[in-house]
C-alpha cells in the first residue's frame, strides 16, 4: 500500500473510532437522546473528516519533503476513511434502543483498533501485545471521560 495511502487509513480509522466513540458516549450520557448521536456522528463523518484531512494535508505540507500528488492522496484518503469509518456508527443506533447501540459501537470501535493494531505491530516487527494495549487503554480512556464529562454536563441540563 502506498504510504500515503496508508497515512489517511491509520488517521482516518483512529480518529474515526476514538472521536466519534467519545462523542457518542458524551452524548448519550448527557442527553439520552437518539436524534442527538445520529446527529452527532454525521457532524463527525463530515466536519471532522474535513478538519482531518486539511491537517493532514498541511502536516504533509509543513514537512516540504512529499509531491503534491502524495500530499493529496494523503489528504483524500484520510477524509474518506473518517468519513466511513464514523459513519459505521450509525448502523447501532438505528438498529438498537440507544444503551445497546452504544455497547455494540464501543465493541465495534474496539474491535477495528485492535485488528488495525494488530496488524500494524506485526508489520513493523513490534510486540503486538503491547501495540495493541497501549491503543485499547487509549481509547477506553476517551470513552471513560466523555461518559463522566457527559454525565456532569447532563446534571446541568435536567
Known amino acids: 500500500m502506498k504510504r500515503s495511502i496508508?497515512?489517511?487509513?491509520?488517521?482516518?480509522?483512529?480518529?474515526?473510532?476514538?472521536?466519534?466513540?467519545?462523542?457518542?458516549?458524551?452524548l448519550n450520557?448527557?442527553?439520552?437522546?437518539?436524534?442527538?448521536?445520529?446527529?452527532?456522528?454525521m457532524?463527525?463523518?463530515i466536519a471532522d473528516a474535513f478538519s482531518d484531512a486539511v491537517g493532514i494535508h498541511i502536516a504533509e505540507e509543513s514537512e516540504n519533503r512529499h509531491s503534491?500528488?502524495?500530499?493529496?492522496?494523503?489528504?483524500?484518503?484520510t477524509f474518506i476513511f473518517k468519513f466511513l469509518i464514523a459513519s459505521t456508527f450509525v448502523?447501532?443506533?438505528l438498529l438498537f434502543d440507544l444503551y445497546m447501540a452504544i455497547g455494540v459501537s464501543v465493541?465495534?470501535?474496539?474491535?477495528l483498533i485492535i485488528i488495525f493494531s494488530y496488524h500494524m505491530a506485526t508489520?513493523?516487527?513490534?510486540?503486538?501485545?503491547k501495540v495493541v494495549l497501549e491503543h485499547v487503554a487509549i481509547v477506553a480512556?476517551?470513552?471513560t471521560i466523555t461518559h463522566h464529562v457527559g454525565k456532569w454536563i447532563g446534571s446541568f441540563c435536567h
Request: proline letters at 3%; charged letters at 10%; aromatic letters at 8%.
Open 6 to 26: 496508508k497515512k489517511g487509513l491509520s488517521f482516518g480509522l483512529t480518529s474515526g473510532v476514538i472521536t466519534t466513540l467519545g462523542m457518542m458516549v458524551g
Open 29 to 41: 450520557a448527557s442527553t439520552g437522546s437518539r436524534i442527538a448521536v445520529i446527529g452527532g456522528i
Open 43 to 45: 457532524a463527525i463523518a
Open 68 to 77: 503534491e500528488r502524495e500530499i493529496w492522496e494523503s489528504t483524500f484518503s
Open 91 to 93: 448502523a447501532p443506533v
Open 107 to 111: 465493541i465495534w470501535g474496539l474491535g
Open 123 to 129: 508489520q513493523q516487527g513490534a510486540s503486538p501485545y
Open 141 to 143: 480512556l476517551v470513552i
